[in-house]
């Protein structure tokens, strides 16, 4: 599938790969074309194949967000009562956005692995749906957080610092945020030119962001910019649940660790640990490819595990560990499944 001002890349023959194996060693002689090239020939290798199991997390995720998230969403913009919570409103919003994310990314994984390749502009819009609801994702988990703040600590003033008619003007300002984030990103990319054609038809995530750690410094520094952002939602995140710790400490709370509240400070601190790990290893291999450290294909395999294991896993476990925890969405869903069983087992009119 030849697209107008890609480079022609063909499969290559198994001679033609191992001798090109001493270029995995490193990457500091090769520039975008030359390590694009040769991304794409270690793909379609016998080597390359395996990778294709790094599919797998993606799409079971998938499948397992598809089965719950949905009905969560259902839940909260179906009950009044719930819906005009701010609390429940921002966890629908971060639901919607991980749902998004997931469905994004599996077709960008599974368009990969087929080989398949996009149309730029295609690719690009795929590229800024995943930004938009990442970012929004992120932004939305630091907004549960200031909330979950701000009642625990200002409980006679939440209703007047975030009342329900505040929420939705939180959730457009989240969004307006998320779009504007990459958007900036995107028209620095563009406006360099730092990218080979055929990368923008691959689309592939792990593949961007190697090409963008061997790129050139403005790439670098818009990649810098972008994990200390994340890293300062995050570091935000974390703070919050500290002080919350340190604060309600001395009310008793603590003392049982099966209890409640310390089973779901748990559960968000294994979530916020799922956002940060992927975070600290992308800095890890960011500092160890700068420095010629690693080869490309330890690279290689880093950025797939980070992007399509790591990355995934924070989107899919929140139902669970931040949805189902909320009594009123539990009770909820306890009930339309009652009503169900109530329905299935009623016996039909009989005939006059």
């Given at each position: 599938?030849d697209f ?6 063909k499969?290559?023959?198994?001679t033609?790969?191992?001798?090109r ?9 090769l520039d975008?074309t ?7 020939e270690?793909a ?15 799409v ?13 969403l ?6 009044f ?5 701010t ?6 919003n971060v639901?919607?956005?991980d749902?998004?994310y997931l469905?994004?990314?599996t077709?960008?994984?599974?368009l ?24 929004g ?45 990459p ?10 030119d730092?990218f080979?054609?055929c990368v923008?038809?691959t ?5 961007i962001l190697?090409?963008t750690?061997n ?5 670098k ?9 994340i890293?300062?939602?995050l570091?935000?995140?974390f703070?919050?649940?500290?002080i919350l710790?340190?604060?309600?400490k001395?009310s008793?709370?603590w ?8 089973v ?8 916020l640990?799922?956002?940060f ?7 890890v ?15 290689i ?16 476990l929140?139902?669970f ?5 909320y ?8 009930s339309?499944?009652?009503k ?10 009989s005939?006059?």
């Open positions: 599938m107008p001002g890609c480079i022609s890349v499969r290559v023959n198994a033609a790969y191992h001798s194996q001493t270029d995995f060693n490193s990457s500091s002689n975008d030359a390590l694009y090239d040769l991304l794409e270690w379609r290798s016998p080597s390359g194949t395996n990778m294709k199991m790094f599919l797998i997390p993606p079971v995720c998938l499948a397992a967000g598809i089965l719950i998230i949905p009905i969560i259902f839940v909260i913009f179906s009950r009562s719930i819906r005009r919570e609390r429940y409103m921002l966890l629908g639901l919607l956005s749902l998004i469905l994004f990314y077709l960008s994984a599974a990969y692995a087929a080989h398949v390749h996009l149309p730029k502009e295609a690719c690009v819009l795929l590229l800024f749906l995943l930004a938009v609801a990442y970012c994702g992120l932004f939305t988990a630091a907004a549960i957080v200031l909330d979950t703040y701000i009642a625990i600590l200002f409980p006679l003033r939440y209703i007047v610092i975030l009342p329900p008619s505040r929420t939705k003007k939180i959730l457009v300002l989240l969004w307006m945020c998320s779009g504007a984030f958007g900036i990103f995107f028209l620095v990319l563009s406006s360099t730092s080979v054609p923008l038809e689309c592939s995530v792990p593949v190697i090409l750690l790129g050139s410094d403005a790439v520094l818009c990649f810098w910019l972008s994990t200390t952002l890293f300062l939602c570091s935000l995140i703070c919050c649940y500290a710790y340190f604060k309600t001395r008793g709370i003392k049982n660790i099966c209890s409640r509240a310390s779901t400070f748990l559960m968000h601190n294994t979530v640990f799922f956002y790990f992927p975070l600290l290893a992308l800095l291999e960011s500092f160890l490819c700068v420095n010629f450290v690693i080869r490309l294909q330890t690279e395999w880093v950025s797939l595990t980070v992007c399509n294991v790591l990355m995934i896993l924070p989107k899919v929140s139902p560990l931040y949805g189902l925890r009594r009123e969405i539990s009770a909820s869903l306890k339309i499944v009652r169900k069983r109530l329905h299935m087992v009623s016996p039909s009119p005939p006059s």
